[in-house]
T-cell receptor
Framework: RKEVEQDPGPFNVPEGATVAFNCTYSNSASQSFFWYRQDCRKEPKLLMSVYSSGNEDGRFTAQLNRASQYISLLIRDSKLSDSATYLCVVNMNYGGSQGNLIFGKGTKLSVKP | DGGITQSPKYLFRKEGQNVTLSCEQNLNHDAMYWYRQDPGQGLRLIYYSQIVNDFQKGDIAEGYSVSREKKESFPLTVTSAQKNPTAFYLC???????????FGPGTRLTVL
């Protein structure tokens, strides 16, 4: 199983649609989870951290399911400006020692008028 | 403004030449990282440093070298031993290994 795995997409959705991305991770001891957004030919930017209780930031909702080892990102009322690649990021924990963040390859979202 | 800067934005070099990419941060972060991204691919970790005067190899360190003489600076040298150096290079920093990382704008290196 890959350390962090995402559906590469692309997800093509109309404006106003609700879209959800899932990401699975292999290390059951992982403690830190994030979603990043990367626009074409730009650097990744932190979108939101993912907390155990789930968290919401405007139209964006992130959820963590530790039992099944996946995190999700829900985008409501999609805007054209949401078009980007969304990266799932998880820290690795080996033998009780918190390790580096591992970046998924990303899911591409394209929002159409 | 606090942030992380990389220079130059675009860099062209002839095959066989070493080249050094700059990365500076004024966020007072302990940890710094170098990643490589190829078209349509994910980020791959080259080197990282948790503290001044210490650094560790990432997944693809061969053909690269780094130094961390100051907390603010983490330059990356792409040596002639790197077989396919043309790529988008991203530098990042974080308070610690487990924390969210903040990225610089990247350097696009093209080796002719």
């Amino acid at each position: 199983r890959k350390e962090v795995e995402q559906d590469p997409g692309p997800f093509n959705v109309p404006e106003g649609a609700t879209v959800a991305f899932n990401c699975t991770y292999s290390n059951s001891a992982s403690q830190s989870f994030f979603w990043y957004r990367q626009d074409c030919r730009k650097e990744p930017k932190l979108l939101m951290s993912v907390y155990s209780s789930g968290n919401e930031d405007g139209r964006f909702t992130a959820q963590l399911n530790r039992a099944s080892q996946y995190i999700s990102l829900l985008i409501r009322d999609s805007k054209l400006s949401d078009s980007a690649t969304y990266l799932c990021v998880v820290n690795m924990n080996y033998g009780g020692s918190q390790g580096n963040l591992i970046f998924g390859k990303g899911t591409k979202l394209s929002v159409k008028p | 403004d606090g942030g992380i800067t990389q220079s130059p934005k675009y860099l062209f070099r002839k095959e066989g030449q070493n080249v050094t990419l700059s990365c500076e941060q004024n966020l007072n972060h302990d940890a710094m990282y170098w990643y490589r991204q190829d078209p349509g691919q994910g980020l791959r970790l080259i080197y990282y440093s948790q503290i001044v005067n210490d650094f560790q190899k990432g997944d693809i360190a061969e053909g690269y070298s780094v130094s961390r003489e100051k907390k603010e600076s983490f330059p990356l040298t792409v040596t002639s031993a790197q077989k396919n150096p043309t790529a988008f290079y991203l530098c990042a920093s974080s308070p610690g290994l487990n924390n969210e990382q903040f990225f610089g704008p990247g350097t696009r290196l093209t080796v002719l």
